[in-house]
């Protein structure tokens, strides 16, 4: 289980070993993703609170990065946080994800990356539920469901 105390620990000393890397061209993620995923993915952005259409759904089944496939969390994780993203407790596993300490807009957040393609997911914060306190917040754009 992952702990804000791992969290700031890889933000600031590196990352676990991914399982595998995907590496692509600018040109080549640009012809798999739509303009909005490569801008979310790519380029860092961020979609508006509460756009996502995944933000909203509860299924059964694992969320995929979106860029490379890779299982990053399960929908037993995933919780309302009412923040306007999808929210998840704990990653699938523990190498699936890099954390980049973030001082961007004049705060202190930890960025959350695909560990495989370095695909900008979004952030992590320490107010989530037990119990791991953890929040993954992460924009819809950047994730698949995946049925079972």
Not at 44 to 73: D, M, N, Q, R, W
Not at 110 to 120: K, P, Q, T, W
Not at 135 to 141: A, D, K, L, P, T
Request: include cysteine; hydrophobic fraction near 35%; proline fraction near 7%.
């Amino acid at each position: 289980m992952v702990t804000w105390n791992d969290v700031i620990h890889f933000a600031q000393t590196g990352n676990p070993a991914p399982p595998k890397r995907v590496e692509k061209s600018d040109e080549n993620w640009k012809a798999i993703l739509t303009p909005y995923q490569y801008r979310i993915t790519r380029m860092k952005g961020t979609e508006p609170a509460f756009s996502g259409e995944l933000c909203h759904i509860f299924e059964s089944g694992i969320y995929a990065c979106v860029c490379c496939g890779t299982p990053l969390f399960d929908a037993t994780e995933k919780f309302n946080s009412s923040s306007g993203w999808p929210s998840f407790t704990q990653p699938i596993a523990d190498n699936v994800i890099k954390y980049i300490k973030d001082n961007s807009y004049g705060m202190i957040r930890v960025e959350v990356m695909c560990n495989v393609c370095d695909a900008h997911l979004g952030h992590v914060f320490p107010d989530g539920p037990a119990p791991t306190g953890l929040r993954y917040c992460i924009n819809s754009e950047a994730i698949l469901l995946v049925s079972e």
